[in-house]
């Protein structure tokens, strides 16, 4: 996912558009994905990432162990643009509605106060210490989701920035795990592609795009087809599937690009598709990656 020339930007608004218009039920929500990824640019461009040394054989011994490219807990991250990205999207949160905003004053408040650590937060939303969260928030009376949104939107632009360094090293046909190459993280959304449906998986963190089995689930590995199933609505719109697994009762959605003829931008269909979401979920499926759902 790149998010930094404006050429680029501005395909993502318009897909945005494009959706808020052909689904006015997730015009609100989109909206706010509009702010979030406008302020996401403007600060993109001032991101700081080292430079990553990594040797030829290494790559080769670390895909061949499933092992991905960067350990995320190693990566230095820029607090500089990470502290900036989070109060500009504090600040995009709190034009969304009255809740959100009583919430993002809140979350201001502690982080004025010193109670709430920034850097500390980022590093714990790396290690994915969901325990730490959850003190975090019920001892500060801090909207739990939300806080986590924040923060997730304010580091992956800095995971994005290290896999555009990375990103030549992964060769596709020798990954398969349902875990990112680059950084290790669990996948998004997903995507079939070209005229035989090759499946991609797209990072929730760093944004890189890998290939996928079709008939096995990312997160628990089963390849057992009588426990892979998936759905979709309505006819028209078999674009967009939502694929289950019986085994761990786990599902993710997937975009089958070759029956939509639009421009299609992976990380927004996941937000341009959230009844599919509440939809699994009351079918007692479970998504594996938080999303703006429960924000
Ligand atoms: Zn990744
Ligand atoms: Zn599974």
């Known amino acids: ?6 050429e680029e930007l501005d395909r993502i608004i318009e897909r945005i558009d494009a959706i808020a218009q052909k689904r006015p039920s997730h015009k609100e929500v989109l909206e706010f994905l509009k702010g979030i990824v406008t302020e996401q640019y403007e600060v993109k461009q001032q991101i700081k990432v080292e430079p990553i040394d ?4 290494m790559v080769k011994l670390k895909i061949r162990e499933g092992f991905p490219l960067i350990d995320k807990k190693d990566l230095k991250l820029d607090m500089d643009s990470g502290t ?3 109060k500009g999207l504090c600040a995009v949160a709190r034009k969304r509605n009255d809740k959100v905003a009583g919430d993002v004053k809140k979350i201001n408040e502690k982080l004025d106060a010193g109670e ?14 969901e325990e730490y969260l959850d003190a975090t928030a019920e001892k500060l009376k801090l909207n739990k989701e939300l806080l986590l949104f924040l923060a997730k939107n304010s580091i992956n632009p800095i995971f994005e920035a290290y896999a555009d360094q990375l990103k030549g090293y992964v060769d596709q046909k020798s990954w398969w795990k349902g875990y990112c190459p680059i950084c290790g993280s669990k996948p998004l959304i997903g995507a079939l592609r070209k005229k035989e449906g090759e499946r991609f998986l797209l990072c929730s963190s760093c944004g890189f795009e890998w290939r996928f089995k079709r008939m096995q689930c990312p997160f628990c590995g ?14 028209e719109d078999k674009g967009y599937r939502v694929d289950v697994c ?14 939509l003829f639009d421009d299609v931008v992976l990380f927004v269909e996941d937000i341009g598709t959230l009844h599919l979401d509440i939809l699994a979920q009351k079918e007692g499926y479970e998504r594996e990656v938080a999303n703006i759902l429960n924000v």
């Not at 996912?1 to 404006?6: H, L, N």
């Not at 089963?222 to 006819?235: P, V």
């Not at 085994?247 to 029956?259: A, G, H, L, M, S």
Request: include cysteine; aromatic fraction near 10%.
């Open 54 to 57: 990594i040797k030829e054989d």
């Open 246 to 259: 019986e085994k761990c009762k786990k599902y993710i959605k997937t975009i089958d690009t070759r029956e």
């Open 1 to 6: 996912m790149e998010r930094q020339s404006p």
């Open 84 to 86: 900036t990205m989070f």
């Open 116 to 129: 709430l650590n920034l850097e500390e937060l980022f590093e714990k939303v790396v290690a994915e210490d």
């Open 222 to 235: 089963n390849e057992d087809r009588k426990k892979h199933k998936y759905f979709f609505i309505e006819k």
